[in-house]
């Protein structure tokens, strides 16, 4: 069974509800045997941001919301928070506004490698705890590295334009079914799940998908939840 994830590496509600997921995944699948194909799929919150932007997240949310910095900061504070309810450690005064069409890319290319995931959560945790600038491209060599991804292959790719059809053809898919805001996550294109839901709400969506398809091919279906929490390109609720 395949699960499409809708996500920009730089929303918060992202990476919490990457991890809500896997909790209900682990379930899922000690549950049923079932074994999931995982496939990330890229989005875009702000494809304006410069890649050679300077500002903070803080100074971002700030000037994006006509907040005060230290509203911004108290934004920012209440994410960091529910994001520790599920093991994550934001430090997100440190985080910096980054173009992430190149971190797309590079997550593309690590799929063909067979390291999709891993590049995925490598991103988010340089982010979001690091404070690291995932729009720069020595950095995504740096973290490619890491998790044992070749860095001269990596740089020709990041330094041209392989992948950047990949990205594009996710962010048009997502426009086609719907897709307003991430992350958002397809199940077997049959049903969609918008937001950080809720662990229990994500392993009902798989239990359902997985008794359905036993039996008929699905035809995608959209559905969203007015109670999940998510990014827009207009709004990040925090």
Request: proline share 2%; hydrophobic share 40%; charged share 25%.
């Amino acid at each position: 069974m395949q699960v499409e994830i809708w996500s920009d590496v730089v929303c918060p509600w992202c990476y919490i509800g990457k991890r809500r997921f896997e909790s209900a995944l682990t379930h899922f699948e000690a549950e049923t045997g079932e074994k999931v194909d995982l496939v990330w799929r890229s989005f875009q919150l702000d494809p304006t941001t410069p890649k050679d932007a300077k500002q903070s997240v803080t100074e971002m949310l700030s000037e994006k919301y006509r907040v005060s910095a230290a509203e911004a900061k108290a934004m920012n504070d209440n994410v960091t928070t529910l994001a520790a309810a599920e093991g994550l450690d934001y430090h997100l005064d440190l985080a910096r506004a980054s173009n992430t069409f190149d971190a797309h890319r590079l997550i593309h290319y690590a799929a063909e490698h067979g390291k999709q995931d891993e590049m995925q959560e490598r991103i988010m945790q340089a982010y979001f705890t690091e404070g690291r600038h995932v729009g720069e491209i020595d950095t995504l060599v740096e973290l490619a590295v890491e998790i044992g991804l070749n860095a001269d292959n990596l740089r020709r790719v990041l330094e041209g334009d392989v992948y950047s059809a990949n990205v594009r053809a996710d962010i048009q898919r997502a426009a086609a079914i719907g897709v307003r805001g991430v992350p958002f996550f397809v199940f077997a294109e049959k049903y969609g799940v918008s937001g950080a839901q809720r662990m229990d709400v994500f392993l009902q969506a798989l239990e359902q998908t997985w008794n359905e398809i036993r039996v008929q091919q699905p035809t995608l279906i959209s559905a969203t939840s007015a109670d999940a929490d998510g990014c827009t390109d207009d709004s990040c609720a925090v």
